[in-house]
Structure formats: structure tokens, C-alpha cells
């Protein structure tokens, strides 16, 4: 069987990890939390998949079913196309990197990237090789005798790491593990996971609130809210074709603007006329969706563009945020690059006439 | 082909949709779960209240022997309390218990402000040492030592009376009454304190009028602690005690030693009323923190 | 100029921690530690004839705590009684601390794993025995074992036996009795143990394919020693030095080693035999405790 497509693969070879209609409800009866509702998630072999949201959206829940911390109240889990549900922990193919590492502090950094191994019940001679290879993979060869409270927070990080490569799973999992490690060390980590998962080919999943973070490192990222799993695709689909106002707005930033379908075209609150393709039917009330770098900024009364008055100008050093105002004092951000000298030559209270970039307004359902 | 075909057997489930819905709750894996363990630990509360309990319902049995129950009674209250013995000891486990919470709370109060909140200082370790000591140090062998000094004084002085057992008791409780008026100090905010001498407040102004008040819950925790001590105490007073100076703990020691009557039931019962009654307001007094 | 007030801040300092500390300080080497010394010196004293001393030196204490001189021909030989009287405590002692820290166990853990706000209420349950008086649960474990007691019935009763059994003045009754009484001093530890035990590193022992037996075995108990050597100190201690139970539960004859110093005050008429003897329990407890110490200072390490 050849590799036609993606989604060929998909049916022959069985998904790294699967939920079906996953729920899960924390406490009972009036004080019941679902924090999980009705999840269906496909994770490809291979592939670096990342679980995004704002916190409490449910999406270190799914992490923990998935490794099996938690019981789903309802649905199921997949693992390499096992059902795993009823499974503990210590019985499934998966190894988490914990958020706050949970390195055990009674035992030697080559005894923790060892435990899984050993637990295993592999011959003491592989696990001494394997847990050489780890350690050299990460980097920490010199710190194979110390404690981990003897390590620095990212040397920390890499042991956790190293310890959850070592018995080789075929899924990764990560709870937002560069989340206590400041912003230069954090961005070294990322290009090293990066490599690592290259290097093994694991299946990561990987837990973070931090969009960046997500769009950079990811094959595929999955956008969750209040338990519900609202968009699922490639970091370029996510940013530039995002499915609802909550995805557009946690990812990146966007201008909202309401308007009703007229003549083709959105009629904004303005009056002004902004056309986009594949329009719903007439009369339907939508909100169009533009991110600030696709607002260009031009002369007033120019010809196509909308009439609108800087209220303010904020200098970020590469980019300049000019906040503009709609005929209806609607509110539009746009991002312009700063030149060279610092100032755009616009002062408050100027006059402009504004466009959005081709292809860049998206009409958001609600 | 080394890999059976998992391709179909994926196919396979796939096409069945997951069915497992609803789960008894108890065959979830739970992390902090260990087998056997809940189990163990509800038989050791049963079995640590179970002979309380059998104590406290023979109290009232109206038969005259332990073993058989003889209906609802509370005959072996009235001649506990009828019998002037039990009367003159209860009195005088009262009043020494009085005596040693008053005095050992005032010495550990001043000790405790002496080694808390100062920073490190020489010889506090020795300080500690000493006021823990009578935790470390086996009842019994003080018990020789108090024995051996105070029969020396005796001879003496000729002096035999209730002193020798306040001055082991007020002793004993020391620590008792330290370790919570410690705790509570260690948790006080320093900086009320300074506020009020930033209020013009004088050093001796702003002990009474805001660290005092402030320690109250630690001391009356620590005071209540050591009445209980001191109410409790066997083996100290069974070798201190000069002849009759019997307190209840040690009267019911003899009776045990003899004959057993339900009149001791009746007794330990309502020591041990006034133990959790004391302990309920210690328990209060010191959660209110939080 | 800084320096100078410094150190004087620093005199002050001391000064007022002794002053403040001084009446619990005469308080305790009045009532408590300076009679020890007493102590140490009746230990190489000659016994009166009833009781008390003469003040004459002699080392026949220290030597009559291990062995005895045969009255008929005068050899030198082991105090077997003392031995056996040494042997039952420290057995008794070591079996009460194995007792209380298999039952102890699963309790601390029970309460660690309740609801925070439940916590307290089965902490104050495990609690009010401890500070309910020795004497009255002796007590109640000997109504329960004596032959007519409750437990003898209920398993006649229940046809498992035809004859009470003899349980109370045996050595069996001391252990039960120490164990009953102790066993709150082995939770308490071990409790502020597992409170201070990060849950998620058994998450990460089953995450490393552990069996629940193995997380307990190589990740809990390893990490909670300071507090399971903190309650066997704090059960073994007490134990060594019983005095109420084994008098009460194990009859006049089943003595440990506080009994038998008592008897030297009483019956025995032998006061600088006792005092040595509560120098060598006295020197025992201390030599545990400095285990301890070690023990808990190395644990701070691996905190």
C-alpha cells in the first residue's frame, strides 16, 4: 500500500492516540463540573500535537486521560489503536513530562531517567546503556550522580525529559513544561523538544496556554475552551482560518466588527461596504474578523477604502499600534512596521482612509 | 511481517463505535488509592474506640461485676461520689492540676517570647534541650530522680506536703505549655508589632496592648494542655506522692491493682469527659487561626 | 560605629532570651533534670539496709545489672533475671513499634487523602486518645482481654473457642496494651510526612510503569523515612520505658524494665541498683534519639 495521502495512512496504520466522545465530570450532582464534553480527538503517528487553550479549558484533563490519571466519565481512550480505558497508568505506552517535573528527590538523576526501565523489568545492563544515551541526548552526562534538587530549573526540565524518552513510549506527553522556566531558557527548550522529537520520532502531545509557543512548535494544534475542542489543524489554519470568534481572538490578535450581508458585501455599522467571498445569505447578521498586520493605512478619501480618524499611536519599537476610529466609533487596530526614524508622520486626530489586505477578512459564525 | 495486521484490528474497532459509556465508578484508577489501606484504617479507629467505649457503657451497668450487663445505672457514679477518698483525690488533681498549668504556662510564656522571634542567640539550643527534656527523658527514671531528691528533702526539712507534687507537675508541663505558645508566636506577624511602636507605642505598651493579645489563643491552648498533663499523670505522682496524697489517676492505679468495681468506669469516665471537654476547646482555640 | 552596635544588639539579644527563659530553666533542673544527677551518684552508692543509702562508694550496682555472684560458691555468672527483664523490654518494645507502624500506616494515609477540610476532625479522633489519660486505657484494654472480658465472650460466643483464653497477664497482653496506647505518637509523625509528600510523584511512578506495590515500596516510603523513623523513635522510646501497662496487663511477673527499677525502690530495697538501672534506660533512650537526630538531619538533605 503506497502513502497517497495523509488521511490514507491514517486508516491503514492505527492513530498514536484516540478519544472518542471523551467526558469528563468532576464532583456530582449540583456541584458537577464537566471538564470535559463529548471530546473526539485523532493524533496522528509521528506528529507534534498541541493542545491550546486558555487555563481551566479542560486540556490538562485530556492529557491526564489519555496517560490514565484520570477515569473518563464516559467514552473512551485509544492508544496505537488499544482501547486503554480501563488500563492504569503503569499499563499504558505513554510517559508524561510533568509541569512541575515530579523528579523523585531520593533518588540520583540516573536513577530517575533509570525507574522506568527498571520498572519494566529490563536486564540492569540495558537500562545503564539506555539511561547513558538519554542522559548524553539531553546533555546532562556530567550530572548522572547528582540529586535533582542539585540541578538548576532547566537541567531539572531536561532530566524529566530524558526520563520520560527513556522507556521509548509511543506517546509523549507534555503538561505545559516550559511553563516555569524564564522566557530565554524557555526558547532553547523549545528548539530542543523540537529536535528531540525529530531525533525519535515519539508522538508528542504537548499542554500549553502559550499561543506562541503553539504556533511555533506544532504540526497540528488543537484549540480548546470550557471543555470543548473547538478547532483542530495545522498552525497556518488555525492563525489565518479560525473557525469562531473565540479562536480567532486567543490566537494572535483580531479587529471584530459586526455587520449584516448586503449586496454581496458586509454592510459594517459604519455604512461601509467590505466585500468577502463565500457570504452567507442576504440579510444575515456576521462579524467579520481582520487581524491588525492585514489593516494597511492610506490617504483620505481615497477611492475602496473606509474613512476612519487616528485616536492614538502606540510605538512597540518594530511596530507602531495605530488605534483608529470608524465613522460609528468602532474601533480598529492596525499594526503598521515603524520606520526608521520612529514616528509615522500621523498625529492624533489625523484623517485616514483604511483597507484590509486581499484575502485576509474572515466572517465568523458566533 | 514481524507486526500482525493492526491495521484491521484498528479497522475493526473503529468500526464498532466505543460503547463503554458508563463505568462503575469504582473500577477507575484512582492515584492516591492503595489497596487495603482504607480498610486497615477504619479497623483502627473501630479498635481504638472500641474499649473506650465498652469502658464508658459498663459505667453504667448496675450489676456489680464487669462481665455481665445488669441494666441502665448510675449507682457507681453516686458511690464514686459518695466515697470521700475519690472526693479528696479528685479535689486534689484539681488543685495540683491548677497549680502546675498556672505556673508552667507563666514560665513557658516568658520563655517561649525569650527564645522566639530574636533571632539566633548562644546557649539556645541548651535552652531548648532543657525545656523538651521531660519529653525525652523516660517517666520512670524521673520519676526515680524526684523520688530520691524529695525524700532527701523530707528528711531534712521535715516538710511533706502538696508542693513536691505541684513543683514535678509544674515541671512536667513545661514543654506542654511551650510548644503551642511557640507555634502561635512563630506564626504572629512581626510587622503589628512594629507598626505600634510606629505608633508611639512604648515596648511595655505594645507587649500588653497588641502581642499579649495576640499570643492569648497560644497560651490558653498551652494552659489547657498542661492541666490535662498534670490531670493525667500516673507514674511521677504514684513515686512523689507522700501517704495520702493519693490523686485520681494514682487511687485508681491501687483500685486496678485489687479488685476491680465498675466505680473505677464510673471514675475514669468522667475524667475522660473533662480530658475531651478540655481538648474540644484546645482543638477550637487553635484552628481558629487558619 | 555600626559593627560595635551590632554586636551589642546581638548581647542584648541573648541577654534577654536567658532572662526571659531563666525561671523555666530553674523550674526544670529543680524538678526534672537535677534530680538525674542525684541519680548518678546513688548508682555508685552502697543500699541501706531498708531503704535509702549509705554514702559509701561502691561500683556493686553497675556490676549487678549484668551479672551475680552465686551465693553458695561465690562464681561469677550472667543475672539471668536481669537479662531476661532486659530482653522481654527491648523485645516487647521493637514488636509494639512493628505493630503500630503496620496499623499506622494506612491510617496517616487514610487521613492525609481526606478532603482538607475533614482532615482536622480525624486528626483530633486519632489525637483524643493520646491525650486521654494512660491509666484509663490500660484500663480499657484489660476489660476487654480479661477472661470474662468482651473479647473472650464474643469468641465463645461465637463457638471458635470453649474455654476463655489467657490472655491478660502474658506478654501478649503488655503487647497489645502498648501498641492500643502508643499507637496515636506513630500516626502523628508519619501523617506529617505523607502531608508533605508530593502526590505527584506517584503519578509519575505508575507514568514509569510501577505496580502500586512498587510506588509504595520505592517512591513513598523512601521519601517519607524522617517521619516513619520520627514515630518508631517516638513509639519505641515510651515503650522501652513502660511502666502503667506492663504493671497492669502483664501481672506481677511479666516486668520490663521500669517495673523492675521500681522494685528496687520498694520491695528490692536495692536504691543504687535501681539508679543504675535507670542510667542504662536513660543512656538507651538517649542513644535513640541521637539516631533520630542523624536520621532527621540527613532527611533534610534529600527534602
Sequence with gaps: ?366 | MAVPDAGTAAADRAGAPARRVARRPGRAFSVTRLPGFGLVAVTVFVLLYAPIATLIVYSFNDAPTISVWGGFSLRWYADAWANQQVKDAALRSLLIASFAAAISTTVATMAALGTTRRGRFPGQTFIYVMINQPLMVPEIVTAVALLIFFAAIKVATGYQGLGYLILAHSAFCVPFAYLPIRARLESMDLSLETAAADLYATPWQTFRRVTLPLMAPGIAAGAMLAFVISLDDVIITEFVKSAGQDTLPTYMLGKLRRAITPEVNAISTALLGLTVLLLTAFFLLTRKRG | MSLATESGRDRARARNGWLLSLPALVLLIVGASGPLLIVVTYSFLKPGEYSGVIWEFSGQAWFQVLFQRDIFDGTLGWADAHLTIFWRSVRLSLLTTAITFAAGLPTAWFIAMQPPDRRAMWLFLITIPFWTNLLIRTFAIMEVIRNEGILNSALMGLGLIDRPVQILYTDTAILIGMAYVYLPLMVLPLYAAIDRFDLRLMEAGYDLYASRMRVLRRIILPIIRPGIVAGSILVFVPSLGAYVTPRLLGGGKNMMIGNFIELQFGQGRNWPLGSALSMVLLAVVMIALLVYVRVAARGDVVR
Excluded: W
Design chain 1, 1 to 366: 500500500m503506497g502513502q497517497r495521502s495523509d488521511g490514507e495512512r491514517n486508516v491503514s496504520e492505527p492513530a498514536a492516540v484516540e478519544a472518542r466522545d471523551t467526558v469528563k465530570t468532576f464532583g456530582a450532582g449540583e456541584q458537577a463540573v464537566r471538564a470535559l464534553d463529548r471530546v473526539s480527538l485523532t493524533i496522528r503517528r509521528g506528529e507534534f500535537f498541541t493542545l491550546l487553550g486558555p487555563s481551566g479549558c479542560g486540556k490538562t484533563t485530556l492529557l491526564r486521560l489519555i496517560a490514565g490519571f484520570e477515569s473518563p466519565t464516559a467514552g473512551a481512550i485509544l492508544i496505537g489503536g488499544r482501547d486503554v480505558t480501563a488500563e492504569p497508568p503503569n499499563r499504558r505506552p505513554v510517559n508524561t513530562v510533568f509541569q512541575s517535573y515530579a523528579l523523585f528527590p531520593h533518588l540520583t538523576v540516573a536513577q530517575n531517567v533509570g525507574f522506568g526501565l527498571e520498572m519494566l523489568g529490563r536486564p540492569m545492563a540495558e537500562v545503564r546503556a539506555t539511561v547513558e544515551r538519554m542522559l548524553a541526548l539531553v546533555k546532562l552526562e556530567a550530572m548522572a550522580g547528582r540529586r535533582p534538587q542539585q540541578l538548576s530549573g532547566g537541567q531539572q526540565q531536561r532530566v524529566a525529559l530524558a526520563r520520560a524518552l527513556a522507556p521509548a513510549p509511543q506517546v509523549l506527553l507534555l503538561d505545559e513544561p516550559l511553563s516555569a522556566l524564564d522566557l530565554k531558557l524557555r526558547k532553547e527548550m523549545q528548539g530542543e523538544l523540537k529536535r528531540l522529537q525529530h531525533e525519535t520520532g515519539i508522538t508528542f502531545v504537548f499542554v500549553t496556554h502559550d499561543q506562541e509557543e503553539a504556533l511555533t512548535m506544532s504540526d497540528r494544534i488543537g484549540v480548546m475552551s470550557a471543555g470543548r475542542l473547538l478547532q483542530v489543524g495545522p498552525p497556518r489554519e488555525i492563525y489565518n482560518r479560525p473557525v469562531n470568534r473565540f479562536v480567532a481572538d486567543f490566537i494572535g490578535e483580531s479587529n471584530f466588527l459586526p455587520g449584516r450581508v448586503e449586496r454581496g458585501a458586509v454592510r459594517l455599522g459604519s455604512g461601509d461596504l467590505v466585500s468577502v467571498p463565500g457570504l452567507p445569505p442576504e440579510g444575515t447578521a456576521v462579524t467579520i474578523a481582520v487581524r491588525p498586520e492585514q489593516v494597511r493605512i492610506g490617504a483620505a478619501g481615497e477611492p475602496g477604502t473606509i474613512a476612519a480618524t487616528l485616536t492614538d499611536a502606540v510605538y512597540f519599537g518594530t511596530d507602531t499600534h495605530c488605534h483608529l476610529a470608524l465613522a460609528d466609533g468602532a474601533e480598529v487596530v492596525a499594526r503598521l512596521q515603524s520606520p526608521p526614524s520612529g514616528e509615522i508622520g500621523l498625529a492624533p486626530g489625523a484623517r485616514v482612509g483604511l483597507r484590509f489586505a486581499e484575502g485576509a477578512v474572515q466572517v465568523l459564525g458566533d
